[in-house]
């Protein structure tokens, strides 16, 4: 999905001075007063996603409120993996925003997903991965532990470390917002207590 910026000149008469400014992105009900084809719609923070409401209209929304509302994104590209692991097929929802994803598939001897990407800009990788599929619990590092806590994972972009944020959990799925750069061809999500 291409974003596209809206460019517009503002101008506004501050006493005797006049001041332009260029390649500002309005605020969404402005572009729709405006009368702007839906497809040049863009939101002007960067974490939300253009979504169109079930009454028709559109919304910017974070990819986690979407996904609470069961709303569907406009225009962008979104993924619903079926992934193997022991014998049971889980499915495994990403979103990405500058990139075509080919395949999720778990790696046994890992214990890790792999996301591969053949082609691509530097874009975020949203990904919702059901704790049945892989997880990162205490109690499974560690045995004596009575309140199990969640470990981090930990992420692999062309096989090296990169920060990511961990979006939500809930008690059946953990949520993550991965940063990538231009050409990066696979991600991998570690479960580290397993390794």
């Known amino acids: 999905m291409k974003t596209r910026l809206l460019t ?4 506004m008469v501050v006493g005797s001075s006049v001041m332009v400014f260029a390649d500002v992105v309005l605020q969404l009900k402005y572009q729709i007063n405006n009368d702007l084809n839906p497809d040049n719609y ?13 009454n028709g209209k559109f919304a910017c929304i974070t990819p986690y409120m979407m996904i609470k ?14 992934v193997l692991k022991d014998n049971s097929v889980y499915a495994v929802f990403a979103l990405d925003s500058n990139a075509v994803v080919s395949e999720i598939r778990y790696d046994v001897d890992l214990h890790s997903l792999i996301v591969d990407m053949p082609r691509n800009n530097s874009g975020k990788l ?4 059901p704790r049945d599929l892989l997880d990162a619990k205490l109690v499974r590092c560690d045995e004596v ?15 090296e470390e990169v920060a990511f944020e961990e979006v939500f959990t809930t008690d059946d799925y953990r949520a993550l917002e991965i940063l990538y750069k231009k050409n990066s061809k696979q991600i991998e999500i570690v479960d580290a207590c397993l390794i």
């Open 145 to 159: 532990s009575e309140d199990p806590s969640d470990w981090d994972f930990f992420v692999l972009v062309d096989g």
């Open 42 to 54: 863009v939101c002007w923070n960067s974490e939300h996603l253009l979504v169109e409401r079930p």
């Open 126 to 129: 949203f990904i919702e991965i």
């Open 69 to 82: 509302l069961n709303w569907q994104p406009y225009k962008h590209e979104y993924y619903i993996f079926d």
């Open 8 to 11: 517009v000149i503002i101008v």
